[in-house]
């Protein structure tokens, strides 16, 4: 080629090189401008020009094409019956099966495959043909939004990382459930159980809102309530971090809205924030709750929740969740304050007792009266005296619950049961409901019933018994035996029974009692009263504990009550933890905890049950620090609400002694016993449950420290007391034999450790699951005094087999099983670790 020719060449080049970098529409014009003196040059380029726009068409072609083969291989892979992915490993993860698929993933259930625990998890993939950046830039942030979230009502990240061909795969809890429309049609759920529900996913959106995380697309669909109806807020694809976290809004976030769900400055493409998610929660709301039931504080909710302005929307999902609730709970709301008068009838709600109870008093709080009279002398005609009337006793029951309720300290507005100028004015105020409700034996019994508890709070327990015996036989003589009323009263007593020492009595009670409340709906709170009840009543027999509660869990959430559900979870992670089911138990507990903690504040009473419950497991599972720090903090809540001297502190106060013992601070955890023995004494409880079962605690102490003579005369104490207050069969019976086994073992008195040993394991044989750790440490320290007594075969006759049991229990308390251990090598034992 000459110089002149590869002049013109590199000339051409720059041209058309020039050219491709202006719009498509342009080039042509510029081209004949800038070579308009170089026709042949002109016609080259132009030439080129058009072989270029071939050649991309042709690529565009080519792509398409390509993407479609590729979405086709996808799809046959996912429709297939023979999916190709299940079986395969995703890092630690197995798939089992396909869940489902979606528009960009796929969702499958996996296993846990490195054999170091048993879990199984929902595991997301991205779709084989829909690896464009948009789709792997929302699976991504997905992945990233959910790695900081946690909270009971949404979906967990647990793990995440690629496949070979780059393809996002994250691990999220396995929720299996129904979309909450459909759950909520399917269980044909009460309006109000219905608005529940939306709390619920409102608290969960509060806690991403606290993260920084706007969910940015909540709608039926994304909110999963599983079987025992809790709901779950999940697909967190197109959710969007704070600004002053993830930087500025990309123009690509509006392709994964819902319009139907979407709040009017998402549809405008403004950015979105927390009133955005609270918008679509009032849509959800709305769309729940059929506009022929909305009352008028449901509609004021929804549209506050779905105002135009974002500044007249409620300020957090907070205060949307607790707006509901008043409104469920027949309270003023934010939404739609009561005006005077308004106030006035609302604080009569729900009575159906005669319009004479408006000019009722009744004094349930010390220093507060009420007395209302509503008239009617301007109504003409009878039909709308009537109605008014009515409508006073409907709102009048409210105003006496309300009155009775406030008794119980765990009420969120509630004052101490157990003081003495406000039980002082129980006897008149049960009076008044003796003469003034006749008409209505069931309110009647459920104030009766309401009375009874804070007589039983204060340890008053004939008197709380004779009240529930009076509830009970009132609303048998009204023929009321088959309603859920009568069940919660019948159980009640049963308890009672029960706690007075007369369980063939109480048991028989509690079982006719859960017979009626089984037939009753799924959102009758007297049904789940019974069942809260019956459970609580279960003393040491922990399956069946567990089977009641995991029984009141779904009756919980289907009530709405935050208060239930609280409740439900801590005595279901307290017998999960009895039973050695210790990660269950714990994700129970920090749930009940979690919803105490955003609903009552970090200091009310309700969370010192879930407190105990939490330190108790952290105790088990050998974490001493934090198990002590959980119990302080029940023990201060407790003493702050109930008092010092209230059984309820008591029993923080012993749970506190064992943690700190567990941690070595035996002294101090002897000084809280002796001073508990000492307050028993003092208020004449001697020979109570609770004493036994702190001669028990301080027992063990005692030994602990080398005081063995004492700790001999606590067991017999603590025996004595068990053996009368429970009844045969009962574990608990076996504590004091099972400690003095150890007790004696460390004084070498083999023959009496192993009688006591040995009738501990009588007992412990029959009511624990087999395997259970108290079970194998009785039947190691009959091995230990076989082998004190020169007996080494019949030492390894019980050591051997206990040994393999306790290896299957990593979680049993150390102390015990060490000198098992210790035994086993000594006689050479394969299996001792």
């Not at 014009?29 to 308009?36: H, I, N, P």
């Not at 009561?338 to 729900?350: C, G, H, P």
């Not at 393999?804 to 210790?822: F, I, K, N, R, W």
Request: hydrophobic share 40%; glycine share 6%.
């Amino acid at each position: 080629m000459s110089v002149e020719e590869s002049s013109q060449w590199n000339r051409l080049d720059a041209v058309f090189t020039a050219t491709l970098d202006l719009p498509e529409d342009e080039r042509l014009t510029w081209l004949q401008s800038e070579l308009a003196g170089d026709p042949d040059m002109l016609r080259q380029a132009t030439q080129l020009l058009r072989r270029e726009r071939e050649s991309q068409a042709q690529f565009d072609t080519l792509n398409s094409l390509r993407d479609r083969i590729l979405s086709n291989i996808a799809a046959d892979i996912e429709n297939a019956s023979e999916d190709p992915r299940i079986g395969a490993r995703y890092g630690h993860w197995k798939i089992l099966s396909r869940i489902g698929s979606g528009g960009q993933s796929v969702v499958y259930e996996a296993r846990r495959d490195d054999g170091r625990y048993e879990q199984t998890v929902a595991l997301k993939v991205i779709r084989g043909g829909a690896q464009d950046s948009n789709a792997v830039q929302y699976f991504l942030r997905e992945r990233q939004i959910l790695s900081r979230l946690d909270h009971p009502g949404i979906i967990r990240i647990l793990d995440g990382g690629e496949t070979a061909t780059g393809a996002p795969w994250l691990v999220m809890d396995l929720a299996r459930g129904k979309s909450i429309t459909s759950y909520c049609d399917d269980m044909d759920l009460s309006l109000n159980a219905r608005m529940a529900l939306v709390a619920q996913v409102a608290d969960a959106a509060q806690s991403a809102h606290s993260g920084l995380v706007v969910h940015r697309d909540i709608k039926p669909d994304n909110i999963i309530v599983s079987e025992d109806g809790h709901p779950r807020l999940m697909d967190f694809g197109v959710s969007s971090l704070s600004a002053n976290i993830a930087g500025t809004r990309e123009a690509s976030d509006i392709a994964g809205l819902t319009p139907k769900y979407a709040s009017p400055e998402q549809l405008r493409f403004e950015e979105a924030s927390t009133a955005s998610d609270i918008y679509q929660l009032g849509v959800v709301l709305a769309e729940l709750c059929e506009p022929g039931q909305q009352s008028a504080d449901l509609k004021a909710i929804i549209a506050k929740a779905t105002a135009e302005a974002v500044t007249d929307r409620y300020a957090s999902a907070a205060t949307f969740a607790s707006d509901i609730r008043r409104a469920i709970d027949g309270r003023a709301t934010e939404a739609k304050p009561d005006t005077r008068a308004e106030a006035a009838l609302r604080f009569l709600r729900r009575n159906r007792i005669p319009a004479a109870l408006s000019g009722i008093l009744l004094i349930g709080l010390v220093g507060w009266g009420v007395t209302l009279s509503v008239y009617t002398r301007e109504v003409k005609h009878q039909r709308t005296i009537a109605e008014a009337a009515a409508d006073r006793a409907e709102r009048g029951k409210s105003v006496l619950l309300d009155l009775f309720r406030r008794l119980d300290p765990l009420q969120q507005d509630g004052i101490r049961a157990n003081s003495a100028s406000s039980l002082s004015l129980l006897a008149p105020t049960i009076m008044d409901v003796r003469e003034r409700l006749p008409d209505d034996p069931v309110l009647q019994a459920e104030l009766l019933g309401w009375v009874a508890r804070a007589k039983e709070r204060s340890d008053l327990l004939e008197d709380a018994y004779a009240l529930a015996d009076e509830a009970v036989a009132i609303l048998a003589s009204s023929g009321n035996t088959s309603s859920s009323a009568y069940a919660s009263a019948l159980a009640y007593r049963g308890t009672l029974d029960i706690d007075r020492d007369y369980p063939d009595l109480g048991e028989p009670s509690i079982e006719e009692a859960l017979l009626i409340a089984r037939k009753a709906p799924i959102d009758d709170p007297d049904a789940l009263d019974t069942f809260l009840t019956a459970a609580w009543s279960q003393g040491s027999d922990w399956n069946r504990e567990r089977a009641l509660f995991e029984e009141a869990l779904p009756r919980a959430l289907a009530t709405g009550s935050v208060n239930a559900e609280i409740e439900v979870r801590s005595g279901l992670g307290r017998a999960l933890c009895e039973l050695g089911e210790f990660a269950s138990a714990e994700e129970h507990i920090r749930q009940a905890l979690s919803i105490a903690e955003t609903v009552y504040g970090p200091n009310h009473p309700r969370l010192a049950l879930p407190l105990s419950d939490l330190g108790r497991i952290l105790y088990d599972t050998g974490r001493a620090e934090e198990s002590i720090a959980a119990h302080r903090r029940a023990l201060a809540i407790s003493t702050t609400a109930f008092g010092a001297d209230d059984s309820s502190t008591r029993h923080h106060q012993n749970n506190l002694a064992l943690a700190l013992s567990g941690a070595g601070q035996f002294d101090e955890a002897i000084s809280l016993l002796e001073s508990n023995l000492a307050a028993s004494t003092q208020a004449g409880r001697t020979g109570s449950l609770d004493e036994g079962e702190t001669f028990q605690n301080i027992a063990v102490l005692q030994s602990q420290v080398g005081r063995n003579i004492d700790a001999l005369v606590s067991l017999d104490r603590a025996e004595a007391i068990l053996g009368t207050r429970l009844p045969e069969g009962n574990p608990r019976r076996a504590f004091p034999a099972l400690t003095r086994s150890a007790v004696l073992l460390d004084m070498h008195e083999y023959e009496d450790a192993e009688r006591n040993a040995r009738s501990a394991y009588e007992v412990l044989s029959e009511t624990p699951p087999a395997g259970h750790y108290a079970i194998e440490i009785a039947r190691c320290r009959i091995g230990l005094a076989r082998l004190g007594l020169g007996d080494e075969t019949g030492a390894r006759g019980f050591l051997e087999p206990s040994l393999t049991a306790l290896a299957s229990q990593p979680d049993a308390p150390a102390a015990y099983v060490e000198p098992c251990q210790a035994a086993g090598r000594k006689l050479g034992l394969a299996s001792v670790p």
